[in-house]
């Protein structure tokens, strides 16, 4: 099963996320932990986006989608996975919705979270 959970910070994506995968057996995949991953492996990705951090300048959509694919090719995202967080915006939706049709995979879920 693979799963997108959207919406604003503090409205518990993160802690439902983290709940569902387990019991799914599928990975949690949020963007800041596979770019804390790519800079502990040393990446190349993670040390492109390394150059930009330490310039004080957010990460490029392009460096952090490629963070995305890269962990969709590890083995335990073979079977499924839960994105938290990620798209933020709609070129990164753009950037997700090609990569999910270049990689021949199919989304079955988009969550919105939302508290009022």
């Known amino acids: 099963m693979r799963l997108v959970f959207l919406g604003p910070p503090g409205v518990g994506k993160g802690t439902q ?3 569902l995968a387990a019991d799914l057996a599928i990975p949690h995949i949020s963007t800041g932990a596979i770019l804390r991953q790519a800079l502990e492996r040393q990446t190349s990705t993670g040390l492109e986006a390394k150059k930009f951090m330490d310039a004080g300048d957010l990460v490029p959509d392009a460096v952090v989608l490629q963070l995305v694919r890269d962990r969709f090719s590890e ?4 079977a499924g996975w ?3 967080g990620y798209p933020r915006n709609l070129d990164q939706a753009s950037a997700l919705d090609q990569l999910i049709q270049e990689l021949q995979l199919t989304l079955d879920h988009v969550i919105f979270f939302d508290c009022a």
């Open 75 to 78: 083995p335990d995202a073979a």
């Open 82 to 84: 839960l994105l938290d």
């Open 17 to 19: 996320a983290a709940s």
